[in-house]
């Protein structure tokens, strides 16, 4: 049996230890030089789009309610970026999916998984969200290359989930700090999430069915989602030490499971243009899966040409909104752009999609200005 067959989706202890650790892993190790780092460092001067795109930013962070964050890199003639993270950790939600994906083709490239490996459905994959295979029978095969498709166009924990069971929670940790240092926290199933956000309210969370969880979902989100809460673990409203669902999340956001620095998402996506990650194969693959997500069209991808090449993965929580990706992955260390932006607190999605869309507008007129013509 596959060791990584089987995952733990409850509570754990002390969820700040493993980031404790990684911080003090970080003390220890240097900092990755990313490739566009390693271009701006022969360079003398910023380039010229550095200064309006920033000014940009600055102006969208201010319009909209909450923290917009934000980190651009360029290749090429006018290699630079652009850092604006706050030097801090943000909540992926879904774009956790992409180095998921990266993980499972670096594998494939090994030749210890085979795309055409077929993974059972089981019972406790199901986990809510966007695509299909909640909709899929336990006991069903699927192959990997069709979790992949939609886990990433699709946006399907369960799916996600099903690939993280394959590859083990404890490898994909490691492979990211290999990749990138250690601006990534720990990563977890879609499900644990759920588990951990919950399991802080009541020790009953613990003994919950994964279907349990899933069926909260059909409570609206905020105080009728606690409600219903309350109701599955058969104790009274005020048993669940919360004023609202949105201090659940935050609550869970500050222990810094599935977050990472917009620097080292970004050092992880330069190093797929680069061609530093992934074959020739792999990385078309992936590639080919961002730029057909179902997912993006109200983000950056709205503030964009018509026809721009944009290879990207959007993610959606409480509070909690991501949208990264290469602008022209094509040109690669000649002149992609890596883009890694989050929007935190807002008041309404609409509103950081607003912001989102600002923002492909910004880059639209600084860095994409720079892109040589075909």
Same mark, same amino acid.
């Given at each position: ?26 003390? =220890?190790? @240097? ?35 909450? @923290?917009?964050?934000? %980190? ?18 943000? %909540? ?6 992409? !180095? ?34 909640? $909709? ?8 990997? *290359?069709?979790?992949? +498709? ?27 700090? @290999? ?35 899933? *069926? ?10 606690? +409600? ?5 673990? $058969?104790? *009274? ?15 869970? %956001? &500050?222990?810094?499971?599935?977050? &990472?620095?917009? !620097? ?47 290879? +990207? ?8 909104? =991501? ?18 932006? =989050? &929007?935190?607190?807002?008041? @309404? ?22 892109? !040589?013509?075909?």
């Amino acid at each position: 049996m596959n060791p990584a067959s089987t995952l733990r989706t409850r509570p754990r202890p002390a969820p700040w230890f493993p980031v404790l650790l990684l911080a003090l892993l970080a003390g =220890c190790r @240097d900092e990755p030089r990313g490739p566009v780092e390693r271009q701006v460092d022969a360079q003398r001067a910023d380039p010229a789009w550095v200064a309006p795109l920033d000014e940009a930013v600055e102006a969208i962070d201010q319009a909209m309610p909450g @923290d917009f964050g934000v %980190y651009v890199a360029r290749f090429g003639d006018q290699a630079g970026t652009l850092d604006r993270g706050d030097g801090r950790r943000w %909540y992926l939600s879904s774009t956790v999916k992409v !180095p998921v994906a990266i993980a499972i083709l670096e594998e494939v490239d090994a030749g210890r998984i085979d795309l055409d490996e077929e993974i059972e459905l089981q019972r406790g994959d199901f986990v809510d969200g966007a695509g299909d295979m909640l $909709g899929q029978a336990p006991g069903t095969r699927f192959t990997i *290359a069709t979790l992949l +498709q939609k886990s990433l166009r699709d946006s399907d924990s369960t799916a996600t989930d099903m690939l993280i069971r394959r590859l083990g929670e404890g490898h994909l940790d490691a492979r990211l700090a @290999d990749w990138v240092g250690a601006g990534f926290g720990p990563v977890t199933t879609i499900l644990q999430v759920r588990y951990d956000a919950y399991g802080a309210l009541h020790p009953g969370v613990a003994g919950l069915d994964n279907l349990q969880i899933v *069926a909260l979902r059909n409570a609206a989100a905020g105080e009728p989602r606690l +409600q219903a809460l309350a109701r599955t673990l $058969g104790v *009274a409203r005020d048993a669940l030490p919360a004023k609202s669902l949105q201090d659940v999340f935050e609550d869970y %956001y &500050a222990t810094g499971a599935n977050a &990472a620095t917009l !620097p080292a998402f970004a050092r992880l996506l330069q190093r797929v243009a680069a061609g530093e990650l992934l074959s020739d194969a792999g990385r078309a693959r992936l590639l080919g899966h961002m730029r057909a997500i179902s997912t993006g069209d109200r983000r950056i991808a709205a503030g964009l040409p018509a026809g721009t090449d944009f290879a +990207q993965k959007t993610g959606t929580q409480l509070g909690r909104a =991501c949208n990264v990706g290469i602008l022209e992955p094509g040109l690669g260390a000649d002149g992609a752009t890596v883009v890694v932006a =989050c &929007a935190e607190r807002f008041g @309404d999605l609409a509103q950081a999609e607003r912001a989102f869309q600002a923002l492909g507008r910004a880059l639209d007129g600084t860095v994409l200005a720079t892109v !040589p013509a075909p």
